[in-house]
């Protein structure tokens, strides 16, 4: 049997062990509800769609997926069964990815039970069930790369606490990349550069295009600009492969710790 | 067989394993003794494959730990220190993961989990979690989950560690009526358990190899005869 489904399968099992799984899931549906009818105001905005829950999801995953996340190193170095699992005959490979894997799968799952929303729109009125589809892989993927994100930080720490803090930070920077708020600050700041009274007109004209780069660099960062479009029905490759890369590379930075704490 | 060559590891500037060179064939039973610190579980960890060497290496049956791990690891079986299981799984299932992991199949594989389950005397608490259980019993799950898969070599840390005087007798027999064409390395501060189960021990102090012979010949280098005499004697 492939070793990183048995790691996969060893892992999902352990969420449910414990009231972890439990208490994670009920307090992920009654948030997403929050979410959905009154901070989102489903009801109010005369739509039938899911926009309202997707348009928060990003902040709800902010403090809810390094829950999930946190234990996945931390608490096998603090238990010490993380030698017992890397003296078996199992890569590094097979064993982060059986872990990231089953972290995947759990929040997977939580999503999945929101489905009485998504009932709901359809009693409501005639929702575009196939943008809801690509909505709800969008929120699964970028889930993903939260959770990859959340390896990442369980690898550099045997304490779950800071591995929450370190996951919920780094996600939130990149969550916040995308805000407007962020992308006028960023340009304000070149402007501003851009203003000052030395500079001729080539020298500005730099500044402007540096600009463009760093501010269309950082927003491109952002969770937040890649789900907005997916949440809106259109699955384009770019914010697909954008998701893939990030949890590609988290997931080689967490080998990478895992490996140079040996 | 294990075989070490100039095995070091520095941390950070710290010395805990010097230079160690030695090898143990099938049919040894290994002391590994010396004090608290003496770098007796660093030097495990790296023939188990937990722990890279800063110089050096290490083979199990023929397999370089670094540059063949999934070989090395599949020939050995390991306890690590303080026996770490994952407490919320059943004995049972734990084992089944272990075996899941060691590709153990068939007719092997029941006959292994009912040959360790049964010697180890786990039938009574296969349902039970893990973390529910006595220090005596997660001992035995460890050292369950070490033989399962029958290995050729085997590395066990501290095996009767927390242990009563009964258990502790129980795995002392094991561990000799599995010895006959296993190799195997314990490590121990009880020198009375030397005496019981090893063909020949190792002292390590400070990360040296101070003493290597036979339990027979450390005892003839003190005038008492006494183990713990010579024990005192080469590790301060």
């Known amino acids: 049997m492939n070793k990183v489904r048995i790691i996969l399968r060893r892992e999902f099992a352990s969420y449910f062990a414990t009231p972890l799984a439990y208490v994670f899931i009920v307090i992920f549906l009654i948030l997403a509800g929050v979410c959905t009818f009154s901070l989102g105001g489903l009801y109010e905005s005369g739509q039938a769609d899911l926009a309202p829950l997707f348009r928060l999801l990003p902040w709800l995953y902010l403090f809810l997926v390094p829950a999930v996340s946190m234990r996945l190193w931390a608490e096998e170095r603090k238990s010490g069964t993380i030698e017992l699992l890397f003296t078996q005959p199992v890569t590094l490979w097979q064993a982060v990815l059986g872990k990231f894997f089953a972290a995947w799968l759990f929040v997977g799952i939580a999503l999945a039970l929101t489905f009485p929303t998504w009932i709901t729109v359809n009693y409501l009125g005639n929702p575009d069930n196939g943008a809801v589809l690509a909505g709800y892989i969008g929120a699964f993927i970028m889930a993903g790369a939260y959770l990859a994100v959340g390896s990442c930080m369980s690898a550099l720490t045997n304490n779950q606490v800071i591995a929450f803090v370190l996951t919920a930070v780094v996600c939130f920077a990149f969550a916040l990349a995308g805000l407007p708020a962020v992308t006028e600050w960023s340009r304000g700041l070149f402007d501003w550069m851009a203003g000052w009274s030395f500079m001729g007109a080539g020298a500005k004209d730099v500044v402007h295009s540096i600009d463009n780069a760093v501010t269309d660099g950082i927003a491109g960062l952002s969770f937040l600009t890649h789900f907005e479009s997916i949440s809106k029905g259109v699955l384009a490759l770019r914010d697909l492969l954008y998701f893939g890369l990030v949890i590609t590379f988290f997931l080689l930075s967490s080998a990478a710790l895992l490996e140079k704490r040996k | ?236």
């Open chain 2, 1 to 236: 067989m294990i075989k070490t060559q100039n095995l070091t590891k520095h941390y950070q500037g710290l010395v805990a394993v010097e230079d160690l060179t030695f090898s143990v064939e099938p049919g040894e039973v290994l002391g590994f003794l010396g004090p608290n610190g003496a770098g007796k579980s660093t030097t495990m960890r790296m023939i188990a494959g937990f722990v890279t060497p800063t110089s050096g290496s290490a083979s199990i049956c023929g397999f370089d730990v670094a540059t063949q791990p999934i070989a090395a690891k599949t020939a050995l079986g390991y306890l690590p220190e303080g026996a770490p299981c994952y407490g919320e799984m059943t004995v049972a299932g734990f084992l089944d993961f272990i075996a899941d992991l060691r590709a153990l199949e068939g007719a092997t594989r029941k006959t292994r989990l009912d040959y360790v389950i049964g010697r180890l005397q786990l039938d009574g608490v296969l349902e039970q979690s893990i973390d529910t259980l006595s220090k005596g019993f997660k001992r035995r799950v460890g050292l369950a989950q070490a033989i399962v898969h029958d290995p050729k070599v085997l590395i066990l840390d501290e095996p009767t560690d927390g242990l009563d005087p009964v258990q502790k007798h129980e795995v002392r027999t094991l561990i000799s009526e599995i010895a006959k064409e296993k190799t195997i390395v314990i490590s121990t501060h009880i020198l009375e358990e030397v005496d019981a189960v090893c063909t020949r021990a190792i002292i390590i102090a400070h990360g040296r190899l101070v003493a290597d012979d036979t339990p027979a010949g450390l005892k003839a280098r003190a005038p008492s005869g006494r183990l713990d005499d010579v024990f005192r004697a080469v590790a301060a």
